[in-house]
């Protein structure tokens, strides 16, 4: 019997599940896990099968279904096209001005086609990567897929993130091509994508074609020779309905996805076609338990990994229905994800601890009056789940009948690593155990497993098929970030306890990494849009804890000579930050110091600040500057 509190799945969750018996599949598949995943791999199809399985004669540098053939576009569109599924919903998605549009696997599948015509048109090669930059609108979507269908590598950028960070990443990844957006709906407002865009295009000097899809209306600069109409372009007579996919090697690139880490620029992580489809496929199919009939919706943005895996890739690579939806959750009322899930009939909710406690706050009357009995499955990512608003969650959106899946996973493992699977019994507040065929552990300084309910180092003990393959233009910084403090096995950032039954509790980042809202932020991204203004000398920034955020930025700064502290210059400051790196990162407080505390090679000691902010000891400080 588990210890804690636990809550046991219903006889009618077991039923249904599509691991029935999870101690049965985890045994089978730790004890061999190339070929469990190999039988997931034949589920989907290749054009040509894999001469191994996994290849590991390069470590850290894996290497999964070596020799096969494959594109993932055609296992997401293509594969179902053929069968019934050809007339199936692939997408409903309601636009937050209440626009509703659906898409069938037919529809979606000439869409991508037609779009991939008109990339091919303009020079888009296999290995080229191209710059998506929107909000959440189809035509997102319709890009990913036009991109990898032609073999092509996108590079998703979050809507949420302003001129600097955009102008880094396209920089970075090399693109010739950007696709866009006039603007994106949020909370009533306009963000204004295109005008974003056009100021982090005179900051790098790659792209030479901008793609721009109308949504919101209002008058954009459209520079004539670069700039094009999405539409237009769509009704050319060379955006024809038919267009052959590239055939992909299983190890070729699907995707970067830019993220933060520990120092200095946010670094791209590497997705391929093969092994990233079959774990998401694998963890979709299983944790989310999809059914034909389900009306699944992931309430992430397709600018994160959450949003490639589990909306884009993982729903089509399964037949599911997804369901998208374009803006806040409480526009114009604090009701309106339960309006739309009684509306559309919603099965499997997706989301983060972050906009569970956003909508708690309004209380439970908004959420009761709505008929949510659709609902069957809840989900969770992006950080630790509070038990408070597990329960909530549970009781009030769930009805107690529906088990939530609180998933751990990063943007480099691709696909969710610790979870519990419908049948599992929970515990509020743990992502329970590893899934099945993946192998953790928790380290101390020296390598050695820790104790039950001791906290340590998480990481990953075997390769998995959707696991990063590098990181892009840097190998030397895949090694040493991921791989050489305990060499052999995958470092991931953050600390973790397991209790006496194997459940895993996640405590945080151990690096430089701040999750606000569930999102990925570095101290370095803040620190330098902060110097980056004329008054600022040093920066620093911390993560804090915050009710609805998990975390908020706190930030000190040093001022250069001649500047003076004032609240209008704390104002200025933190528009500045919002305007480089992007609304998400605004700090919460700004305080003017006039010394930061550092190590004596000049390395700031973030965690003495952070003791000090929470009245907390700071430990040892002997390496200290000062
Ligand atoms: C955190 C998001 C606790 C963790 C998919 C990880 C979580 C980082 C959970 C990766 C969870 C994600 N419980 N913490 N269920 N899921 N995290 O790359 O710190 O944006 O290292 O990927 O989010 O963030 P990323």
């Known amino acids: 019997m588990p210890v804690g509190e636990v809550y046991y799945p219903s006889e009618e969750v077991i039923k249904n599940a599509n691991i029935k018996n999870w101690d049965e599949l985890n045994e089978r598949a730790t004890k061999d896990y190339e070929g469990f995943w190999e039988e997931m791999a034949n589920e989907l199809d290749w054009f040509d099968k894999w001469q191994k399985v996994l290849d590991d004669s390069n470590k850290p540098f894996y290497k999964w279904f070596t020799g096969a053939k494959t594109n993932i576009v055609y296992n997401c569109l293509d594969r179902h096209i053929k069968t019934y599924r050809r007339n199936k919903l692939a ?3 309601e636009g937050e001005d209440g626009q509703l549009r659906t898409m069938s696997y037919f529809a979606l599948h000439r869409e991508v086609c037609k779009f991939a015509n008109v990339l091919k048109s303009m020079g888009v090669n296999k290995g080229d990567r191209v710059t998506i930059y929107m909000g959440r609108i189809p ?13 092509a590598i996108h590079s998703v950028v979050y809507g949420g993130f302003s001129v600097e960070s955009l102008a880094e990443r396209i920089e970075d990844s090399d693109s010739k091509v950007l696709i866009t957006a006039d603007g994106a709906y949020q909370r009533g407002k306009i963000v204004p994508l295109k005008q974003i865009a056009d100021e982090a295009l005179q900051r790098c000097g790659t792209v030479e074609h901008v793609l721009v899809v109308k949504r919101t209306g209002q008058e954009i600069n459209m520079e004539s020779g670069r700039d094009m109409w999405y539409h237009e372009l769509m009704n050319l007579p060379i955006a024809t309905q038919n267009c052959a996919f590239e055939i992909m090697d299983a190890e070729d690139p699907l995707f970067i996805l830019y993220t933060s880490g520990t120092t200095g620029k946010p670094k791209a992580i590497l997705h391929t076609h093969g092994g990233y489809m079959v774990g998401v496929y694998t963890t979709l199919k299983y944790v989310f338990d ?34 998208m939806y374009e803006g806040a ?21 997706y989301t983060a601890p972050t906009a569970i406690r956003g909508l708690m706050r309004f209380g439970e009357s908004w959420v009761k009056r709505h008929n949510l009995s659709s609902l069957r499955l809840l989900g969770t990512v992006g950080e630790p789940i509070n038990p408070e608003a597990w329960k909530w969650y549970f009781k009030v959106v769930g009805n107690e009948k529906c088990p939530i899946m609180d998933t751990w996973w990063q943007t480099e493992t691709g696909m969710f690593m610790i979870t519990p699977t419908p ?39 075997t390769p998995w098929p959707a696991m990063l393959r590098t990181v892009y233009k840097d190998p030397e910084r895949y090694v040493n970030q991921y791989w050489s403090k305990y060499p052999g096995y995958y470092m991931t950032g953050d600390s973790a306890r397991r209790d006496e039954d194997g459940y895993y509790w996640i405590i945080g980042r151990v690096d430089d990494v701040i999750k606000v809202s569930g999102y990925r932020l570095g101290t370095a991204e803040i620190e330098s849009a902060l110097v980056s203004h004329p008054a600022v000398a040093e920066a620093a920034a911390i993560g804090l804890p915050h009710d609805v955020k998990g975390n908020a930025i706190y930030t000190y ?15 200025e400051l933190r528009n500045h930050v919002a305007h480089e790196v992007g609304p998400i990162a605004k700090p919460e407080s ?3 110091v006039d010394s930061l505390p550092k190590t004596r090679s000049g390395k700031i000691m973030r965690r003495v600040l952070k003791a000090r902010a929470l009245g907390h000891d700071p430990g040892n400080i002997s390496t200290m500057e000062d």
């Open 91 to 93: 997408l409903i998605w």
């Open 590 to 592: 700004i305080e003017f």
């Open 329 to 349: 959750p409480n526009f114009p009322y604090p009701n309106r994800w339960w309006q739309m899930i009684e509306k559309y009939g919603i099965n499997i909710l």
């Open 557 to 571: 700064v040093i001022l250069k000579n001649g500047y003076e502290k004032s609240s209008a210059l704390i104002e």
């Open 290 to 323: 999809i059914k034909e009939e389900d009306r699944y919706w992931c309430a992430a943005d397709p600018g994160w990994i959450t949003g490639h895996s589990y909306i884009v890739y993982g729903p089509l690579l399964n037949g599911a229905t997804s369901f």
């Open 139 to 151: 035509e997102l979507i319709i890009a990913m897929l036009a991109s990898a269908r032609i073999g």
């Open 423 to 461: 049948s599992v019994p929970l515990k509020p507040g743990s992502g329970t155990r590893p899934f099945p065929g993946i192998e953790m552990d928790i380290l101390d300084e020296n390598g050695n497993s820790v104790k039950p309910n001791e906290e340590g180092y998480l990481v990953i003990k």
